[in-house]
C-alpha cells in the first residue's frame, strides 16, 4: 500500500532563550530573507510554517518593512502559513486570560495577511493544561498538533483530546518532536531511507495506511533550499511513498479520525518526552513580577476602567501596549526562566512596564469613581463580582479612631513643634533642590504649597498628609516658590509644616457588592483578632486559633501542628529540573527561633517568627555533596484579620547559599493520595506523582496558579507556586501523603546541565545562569485555610483585595446617598475578565463546577460570542452554563 508522506516545512523560533531577543532576531531577518527569496523563485518549495507564531512576522517586519506585500502574496496563496498564536506560551505559568489574549492576538494580526492557520499548534510547550481543547473549540479549531505531555496510554500518533466540559479537538502527536524531519537529505535514495528509518522508530504508533506526518525544521533553522527537488526525484524513484509539500492543516487533514483513543484531561507525562516542569520553582521573583502585573491588569484595571468609565474613555492603546508586553513574556522560555540572564532580566523589565501601565490606569478609574461617589466618608469598591468582606485601609480626619478600625499611623500637631522656622533664601533654595516629588519619608506626602510675601520676607506653608495627592504637582510648586525667592534675595523665609491631625486605618469592609461600592459605616467587630502572649504566643479571631512553638517557630492551626516548618536541601539540577545531589544534607531544624509581636488587633494581628539555619553553601560539582556553611535568615510574619478563616503568611530572606531548594511544609489533617490545583478556567485533580519515562523521573512536583488543596487544607498563593505530597505511607494498601511541601526557592547556577540523577539529558546548552542562583532578597506569600469554603472564593479574598477611596473635605457629596450600589451585577459564575470591547462590556465567565450553572446578568440583554468575537447565541437576563465550560458575553447598549 502507497502511503502519504506530509512533509511541513517550517523552523521552531525561540524569541529569546540563549542569546537574547535582538541577537535571535537577527537570524530571523536572515532567515526570512532567504525564505521569502527561495518561496518566490521555486514553486517546488510550496509550503512554509513561521511557527504557529505572530511574533516572528511582527519582529521581522520592524526591521524589513518592505517586505509585507511579499508576505501578504506568499500567505494569500496559502504558501506561507500565519499563526494562530502570538507567540507559543507556556501554560502553566501564566493565567487563563493570557492564554486567551494571546491566541486572540495571534488570530487577530493574522487577518491582516489572509487569517490564522485553524489549527492548535503546541510543538514546545512544557505539558498542556486540561481546558486546552476547549480554547481551541471555541476558536473553532477541529486540530491540534501537540508533543511534550502526551501520557502511555495514548497508543497511537492521532487521539481525541477532551477538556473537562467534553469540547474535544484531533489531536497528533508528534513523535520524536517537531524536529523529526530536521537536515533532511539532499539525495533521493537517502531521503527515503530516513522516512523508512522514522516509520521503524515509531511502529509502536503506527498502522498500516495511516498518513505520517515530518516535521521538516528545529529550532532557530533555515529552510532547505533543495527540498522541492529532491522530493519530486524521491517521488519518481518508488512507488511505496507518496511524498507530497504540504501545510501542517493539509497534513493533519490526512489523517484518520474514526476510532482514535480519547484522552481526558491535562497532558503532563514524561513518558515519552521530558516534561521538564522544574521550570515552575527556578526564579520565583519571575512568577512574582508575572502574577502582580496579570492580577493588576485582570482584576483591577480592566474591570475598575470598564465600570467607572464613559465608554469613549475606554484606554485601548495603553492596555494593547500593557497586554502585548505580557504576551511576548508568556513564551515559554521567557517566562519559564530557562534562559540566561540577560532574557531574564529583560523578561522582568517588560512585566515592570506592563504593571506600571496598570497601576496608573487604576488611579485615574479610581479618581473617576471618587469624583462620582466620594463625599465625606470613605467609600470601598469591589471589582470581582461577588459580595465580599475584606480589609481596607483609608485616611480619616481627626486623633479619634471609629468604633471597629486600628490605627496604623498616626499624623498631626504640626512640624517643627507646630511653628514656623526661619531660614535664609539660600537655605531654603537648597532645601527646595533636595526635594523629590512628593515624598518626605514613606508615610509623609506634601499635599500643596502656599506662600504670602510680608514686605522682603517670605512666608511659606507646606501642607503634608499621609498619602500622595495626584492632583498636586510638587515640581510646579517648587518653580513658583523659587521664583518668589529670585525676586525677594535679601529677605528670610518662615517656613511653616502643617501636618494636619489625621489618621490612617484599616477596618474590614462588610459585604461590599459585587462590581460596586459601599461607604464607610463603623461597626463592631464579630470575629476581632488579637494576640495573647503567654508561655506560647497565642493568636485568635474566635474562628482560627494559632499557636506558636518557640522551639522551631512552627505553628499550629486550630490544634494541628506543624504548619509553616522549612527545609533545606541540596539542589543539583539546571533551570529546567530539579535534581539531588548524590550526597545530600537535609536541614529542616532552625539553630535558633525568636518570636516577636508586631501587631495586636482588633482588625489585623501579626507576629514576627525570626528563624536561622546554618546550611551548607554550595554542591561541589566534583564531590556531588553539598559543602561549606553559612547562615540563613528567615523572616515569616503571620497574620490573622478579624472575620477571616485562613492564617496569612509573608516569608523573606535574603539567600546566601547556592544550589539548593528550600521549602515550606504543612500538614493535610487528613492523609490523601491526592491533590486539587488551580489551572486555566478549571480545578485539576492530580495524583501523588506524574508519570515518568526512561530520560525524566516520575514528577512528584506540580504547579498551581493560585491554590492548591490536599487534605483538609487549601494553600493560597501570590503567583504560581510548585507543591509536592509528602511524607507518603501506605495505607489499607494505598500510599496516601500526610503533609504538602511548597518551594520557595530553588537556585541553580546553570541554565541546562547533563548527568543529573532526575534528567539525564541536556534540556538546552550548559550556559551558566547566575541570576538562577537567586543570591538576593526574596519574599514569597501565601495562606493556609482548614474552612470547607469554596478555594476560588478563597484565593479571590487573599489576592484581590477590595480598594478604598478616601473621604474629601468640603465635598459637595453628603452622606445622604445610598450606602451601597453596583455599577454591574454577574451572578452564577466565575468572572475571569471584565473589559471593553467595540465599545461594548465583554465579560469571560467560567464554571469549574461539575453542575450546570444558570449565569445571570439582571436587566441586560446581549450575545455570547466564540473565541473570535464571532455571535453564538443572544440572551435576556440569563444564560445556562454546562460544568467546567467557559463563555464570553458581550452586553448590549
Given amino acids: ?27 530571523l531577518v536572515d532567515l526570512v530573507d532567504d525564505l521569502l527569496t527561495l518561496m518566490e523563485s521555486d514553486p517546488s518549495y510550496a509550503r512554509f510554517l513561521l511557527d504557529g507564531q505572530m511574533a516572528v512576522v511582527d519582529d521581522y517586519l520592524e526591521v524589513r518593512p518592505e517586505n ?38 495571534g488570530m487577530l494580526k493574522a487577518t491582516n495577511f489572509g487569517g490564522a492557520m485553524p489549527v492548535g499548534y503546541l510543538p514546545d510547550m512544557f505539558g498542556h493544561i486540561a481546558q486546552m481543547p476547549q480554547i481551541f473549540a471555541q476558536a473553532g479549531f477541529k486540530h491540534a498538533a501537540v508533543w511534550r505531555g502526551v501520557p502511555s496510554i495514548v497508543g497511537r500518533r492521532a487521539f481525541e483530546w477532551m477538556a473537562p466540559d467534553g469540547s474535544s479537538v484531533r489531536s497528533e502527536y508528534l513523535p520524536l518532536g ?43 533553522q533555515k529552510p532547505a533550499p533543495y527540498l522541492g527537488a529532491v522530493v519530486s526525484e524521491a517521488n519518481g524513484i518508488q512507488s511505496d511513498f507518496v511524498i507530497r509539500i504540504e501545510s501542517l492543516l493539509e497534513a493533519l487533514e490526512q489523517g ?38 496579570e492580577t493588576l491588569l485582570e482584576k483591577f484595571a480592566e474591570p475598575l476602567c470598564a465600570l467607572v468609565m464613559e465608554p469613549e474613555k475606554w484606554p485601548t492603546r495603553f492596555l494593547e501596549i500593557a497586554w502585548k508586553l505580557m504576551i511576548q513574556n508568556s513564551a515559554h522560555d521567557s517566562v519559564c526562566a530557562c534562559s540566561v540572564d540577560e532574557v531574564v532580566d529583560a523578561v522582568l523589565v517588560r512585566y515592570q512596564e506592563a504593571a506600571k501601565i496598570a497601576e496608573g490606569l487604576i488611579e485615574r478609574a479610581k479618581a473617576k469613581a471618587s469624583k462620582d461617589l466620594v463625599g465625606d466618608v470613605p467609600v470601598f469598591i469591589n471589582t470581582s463580582n461577588r459580595r465580599r468582606t475584606g480589609l481596607v485601609e483609608f485616611t480619616i480626619d481627626g486623633k479619634d479612631a471609629p468604633v471597629g478600625t486600628q490605627i496604623i499611623l498616626r499624623s498631626g500637631g504640626g512640624g517643627f513643634g507646630g511653628a514656623a522656622i526661619s531660614l535664609t533664601v539660600k537655605e531654603v533654595s537648597a532645601i527646595l533642590g533636595q526635594l523629590n516629588g512628593q515624598a518626605l519619608d514613606d508615610h509623609t506626602f506634601v499635599t500643596g504649597i502656599s506662600t504670602s510675601v510680608v514686605e522682603d520676607d517670605i512666608n511659606v506653608t507646606i501642607q503634608t498628609g499621609p498619602k500622595l495627592d495626584p492632583t498636586f504637582s510638587a515640581d510646579d510648586a517648587k518653580r513658583d516658590v523659587a521664583a518668589l525667592l529670585l525676586a525677594h534675595p535679601d529677605g528670610m523665609v518662615n517656613v511653616l509644616l502643617d501636618v494636619p491631625d489625621q489618621l490612617r486605618l484599616i477596618a474590614m469592609a462588610k459585604e461590599v457588592p459585587g462590581f460596586g461600592w459601599k461607604k464607610f459605616v463603623p461597626k463592631e467587630l464579630v470575629h476581632p483578632s488579637k494576640v495573647n502572649e503567654g508561655q506560647n504566643v497565642q493568636m485568635t479571631n474566635g474562628l482560627v486559633t494559632v499557636i506558636f512553638d518557640g522551639r522551631d517557630g512552627t505553628f499550629s492551626l486550630n490544634g494541628i501542628e506543624g504548619f509553616n516548618r522549612l527545609v533545606d536541601m541540596g539542589d543539583h539540577g539546571d533551570t529546567y529540573n530539579y535534581s539531588p545531589p548524590d550526597n545530600d544534607v537535609v536541614v529542616d531544624t532552625p539553630s535558633s527561633a525568636t518570636i516577636s509581636v508586631i501587631e495586636n488587633g482588633p482588625v489585623r494581628s501579626q507576629v514576627e517568627v525570626t528563624r536561622s539555619y546554618l546550611i551548607p553553601q554550595k554542591i561541589d560539582g566534583t564531590l556531588r555533596s553539598r559543602v561549606g556553611e553559612v547562615d540563613l535568615v528567615v523572616v515569616s510574619r503571620i497574620e490573622l484579620r478579624a472575620e477571616e478563616d485562613m492564617v496569612r503568611v509573608t516569608t523573606s530572606f535574603t539567600n546566601t547559599a547556592r544550589d539548593h531548594r528550600l521549602r515550606v511544609h504543612f500538614p493535610l489533617g487528613v492523609p490523601t493520595d491526592h491533590s486539587l490545583a488551580e489551572s486555566a478556567f478549571a480545578a485539576v485533580e492530580r495524583p ?27 494553600v493560597l498563593h501570590d503567583r504560581v507556586l510548585e507543591y509536592e505530597l509528602v511524607d507518603i505511607r501506605e495505607e489499607d494498601g494505598i500510599a496516601k501523603a500526610r503533609e504538602v511541601a511548597v518551594t520557595l526557592l530553588r537556585a541553580t547556577g546553570v541554565l541546562s546541565q547533563i548527568t543529573m540523577t532526575n534528567r539525564p539529558l541536556a534540556a538546552g546548552p550548559p550556559l551558566p545562569a547566575e541570576g538562577a542562583e537567586m543570591l538576593k532578597h526574596v519574599s514569597v506569600s501565601y495562606a493556609v485555610s482548614l474552612s470547607n469554603r469554596d478555594p476560588y472564593d478563597l484565593a479571590e479574598d487573599f489576592n484581590v483585595p477590595l480598594l478604598a477611596l478616601d473621604a474629601k473635605k468640603d465635598s459637595e457629596i453628603k452622606n445622604n446617598g445610598p450606602d451601597s450600589g453596583r455599577w454591574l451585577e454577574v451572578n452564577g459564575a466565575r468572572v475571569s475578565s471584565l473589559r471593553q470591547v467595540a465599545g461594548l462590556i465583554e465579560i469571560r465567565v467560567f464554571n469549574p463546577t461539575a453542575e450546570t450553572t444558570k ?39
Fill in 256 to 293: 484518520p479520525t474514526d476510532g482514535l483513543p480519547l484522552f481526558q484531561g491535562e497532558l503532563r507525562s514524561g513518558w515519552r518526552s521530558n516534561l521538564l516542569m522544574g521550570v515552575t520553582s527556578n526564579r520565583l521573583d519571575v512568577r512574582g513580577k508575572a502574577a502582580s502585573a
Fill in 688 to 714: 501523588l506523582v506524574a508519570e515518568g519515562g526512561l530520560t525524566e523521573k516520575p514528577l512528584p512536583t506540580h504547579p498551581a496558579l493560585r491554590f492548591h488543596k490536599a487534605g483538609n487544607i487549601t
Fill in 1 to 27: 500500500m502507497t502511503r502519504h508522506i506530509s512533509v511541513v516545512p517550517h523552523t521552531h523560533w525561540d524569541r529569546e532563550w540563549y542569546s537574547s531577543f535582538q541577537s535571535f532576531r537577527m537570524r
Fill in 68 to 105: 509585507e506585500q511579499r508576505i501578504r502574496n506568499l500567505a494569500a496563496s496559502k504558501r506561507l502559513t500565519m499563526g494562530p498564536w502570538y507567540i507559543l506560551l507556556d501554560e502553566f505559568l501564566v493565567s487563563g486570560e493570557t492564554i486567551i489574549r494571546d491566541l486572540q492576538l
Fill in 855 to 893: 449565569v445571570e446578568v439582571p436587566s441586560r440583554t446581549g450575545w455570547l460570542v466564540d473565541l473570535t468575537g464571532r455571535d453564538v447565541s443572544s440572551f435576556e437576563g440569563n444564560f445556562d452554563l454546562a460544568p467546567f465550560r467557559f463563555a464570553t458575553v458581550r452586553l448590549n447598549r
Fill in 178 to 220: 517537531y524536529s523529526n524531519g530536521a537536515g533532511l537529505p539532499d539525495d533521493a535514495k537517502a531521503l527515503i531511507g530516513r522516512i523508512q528509518g522514522y516509520l521503524d522508530e515509531i511502529v509502536s504508533l503506527d498502522k498500516d495506511g495511516e498518513s505520517v506526518l515530518i516535521m521538516n525544521g528545529t529550532d532557530h
